[in-house]
């Protein structure tokens, strides 16, 4: 997985609440079996009119926001579908860092999957960090010190140890998990006497 | 969460799935079933490949095509991309050695339709599937998450799923539920209650005395939507109606292994004064029958209500969402539910694809046309539920009625397969999701129960049931 460190550039704000998975990547585009080429598909319906031609006015088709690493979003961002291929198309597009005042669960856990990096903050916080994404003021974000910067403005964040070391690293889930097969093994030895029923082959 | 005194039976389920635990609450969480479908899967066998892993339990996966896949004429998939989903799960699944209900097996379906109906969805396991639905599965006191792809790899590969514990909220639902109020009422109206992200963080448990009496079918509708409040998982206490749904069923367990299941399973419901994050007390006579005006499943009102004002908006956001949704569903506020005129209707999904809704609609549907200018289609979640209704005499009443009759899939509820609305096309729908777009592009979706969406047909219009009986 590719490592967060840190981030410096523009932010496109999308003051939506809601956004659903749905909108950052229609259905019509999970009948892919690979996990790149999906950038020029995000928030498909927004940006593109019947024809398939850009919608000028959508904050992501203009210029310089059409370079945006970070995204400044609504309340409850990446609700509803589980499909990871919100994630992968926020990344093939260039999006590193999503800010909003909250995120879904399934959306958020799959960020981390995918090094991009999920940033609560409060509402007064997200109101003038979306005004500074208006103006186009430059942000940086640094996770070892877990802060971003806009203008005046200086935000300190949470996010767990556990996540952050793994952001920070790179590093890949399954490796880690499958170092402690022992445990896993054992636990699995400990249920098959306890619940025979679900250790039955099929 | 503690690890003595009162638990609750998300508590209780966590605790003897925990593999190992760090300091900071991160777990690794022991997976007893993991359901697998065609459209969040090939990443993830493509990624078991390049790092040369094998599939730690294939005996505990189960796989099906639900997504994309046609709900007609479905001998040849013609979208070439669909295709290629669907013959890469047959690939995936036989390589590994992972059983695989195929187009052609009557015991495919809708994957959070088929895990119960073959009893493999037990009381006390963790399920996870690459669907965010997969809380349906709560409703026989399983522990049961979606999960995004990268996951499911981690699943496939390692049996366990790294997780924080989630909060626990108890939503109680007191008293008989009114005429003509359902299980997917009462959970439109809780999400009405408490928003798309009042559950976020947390696993709502339903209890209370309404709830005693429901089928299995009603109560995976209730878990079916919890996704839908922003929680983890939907779970309900299993009791004799869980235990009586489940035996006899071909992954259920048997003979002296069913007595040790039930010990087991009886000691799950939460302990009295267990401790719950958040609380909320229902009274079942404040729900009535229940659909949705706009393009979030919060966005309930009561069928005999009206489209509401942006003004109504507590917040300067809420309103300009008001707005939005409104502008999106052609819809002027203080116009009269039942006014609203549809196009189409559709019947089917997780949520509401089982043989129970499908017998409801059939009663009220039954020697009657449906609007001539409504298009209605009944999607069965499942081959053997399709069987089912076949063999009941269903399918003729609803073919009668005017209805298309079709195969087992997602259909309409996603649109990922040909199924889908036009432009600015309006449908009651018994699926889960009213989101911009979800049906088609442009399509507006009004969510509502089957029985309100039977009646709907017939008038025309979004009817209330309790005027149309």
Known sequence: MDKFISLKGIAAPLPIVNIDTDMIIPKQFLKTIKRTGLGVSLFYEMRYDNDGKLIKDFILNKTPFDQSKILVAGDNFGCGSSREHAPWSLKDFGIRCVISTSFADIFYNNCFQNGILPLVVTPKQLDQLMTAASNQTEFSVDLPEQNIKAGNHSINFDIEEFRKERLLQGLDDIGITLGHQDKINAYEDDKKNKKPWLFKDN | ?469
Not at chain 2, 273 to 280: I, Q
Not at chain 2, 369 to 377: F, N, R, Y
Request: glycine share 10%; aromatic share 6%.
């Open chain 2, 1 to 469: 969460m503690s690890n003595h005194g009162p638990k609750t039976l998300f508590d209780k389920i966590w605790s003897e799935h925990l593999v190992g635990q760090r300091e900071d609450g991160t777990s690794l969480l022991y997976i007893d079933r993991h359901l697998v479908h065609e459209v969040t899967s090939p990443q993830a066998f493509e990624g078991l490949k390049l790092a040369n892993r094998k599939v730690r339990r294939p005996e505990a996966t189960f796989a099906t095509a639900d997504h994309n896949v046609p709900t007609i004429n479905r001998e040849n998939i013609s979208d070439e991309q669909s295709r290629i989903q669907v013959e890469t799960l047959a690939k995936n699944t036989k390589e590994h050695g992972i059983e695989y209900f195929e187009l052609t097996d009557r015991r495919q379906g809708i994957v959070h339709i088929i895990g119960p109906e073959q009893g493999i969805t037990q009381p006390g396991m963790t399920m996870v599937c690459g669907d965010s639905h997969t809380s349906t599965h709560g409703a026989f006191g399983a522990l049961a998450f979606g999960i995004g792809t990268s996951e499911v790899e981690h699943v496939l590969a390692t049996q366990t799923i790294v997780q924080k514990p989630a909060k626990n909220m108890r939503i109680s639902v007191n008293g008989k539920l009114p005429f003509g109020v359902t299980s997917k009422d009462l959970i439109l109206y809780i999400i009405g209650q408490i928003g798309t992200a009042g559950g976020n963080g947390h696993v709502i448990e339903y209890a209370g005395s309404s709830l005693k009496p429901l089928s299995m079918e009603s109560r995976m509708t209730i878990c079916n939507m919890s996704i839908e409040a922003g929680a983890r998982a939907g779970l309900i206490s299993p009791d004799q109606i869980t235990f009586d749904y489940i035996k006899g069923r071909p992954y259920a367990p048997s003979n002296e292994d069913w007595e040790k299941a039930i010990e087991y399973w009886s000691s799950l419901p939460s302990d009295q004064d267990a401790f719950y994050d958040n609380e909320l007390v229902i009274n079942s006579d404040e729900i009535d029958p229940m659909v949705t005006w706009g393009t979030s499943p919060e966005d309930v009102v009561a069928v005999n209500g009206y489209v509401p004002d942006p003004s109504s908006g507590k917040t300067e956001n809420k309103q300009k969402s008001i707005q939005r949704s409104l502008d999106y569903m052609g819809l002027k506020s203080g116009t009269k539910i039942t006014d609203i005129k549809l196009d189409k209707i559709f019947i089917g999904s997780c949520t509401n694809g089982r043989i129970e809704d499908l017998r409801n609609v059939a009663s009220i549907v039954k020697d009657k046309k449906i609007s001539s200018h409504v298009g209605g289609m009944i999607v069965p979640g499942s081959g053997l539920v399709k069987k089912q209704a076949e063999e009941e005499g269903l399918s003729q009443i609803f073919i009668d009625a005017g209805f298309e009759w079709r195969d087992a899939g997602c259909s309409m509820c996603l649109g990922m397969n040909p199924d889908q609305l036009k432009p600015e096309e309006r449908c009651a729908s018994t699926s889960n999701r009213n989101f911009e777009g979800r049906q088609g592009r442009g399509g507006r979706t009004h969510l509502m129960s089957p029985e309100l969406a039977a009646a709907s047909a017939i008038k025309g219009t979004i009817t209330d049931i309790r005027d149309f009986i």
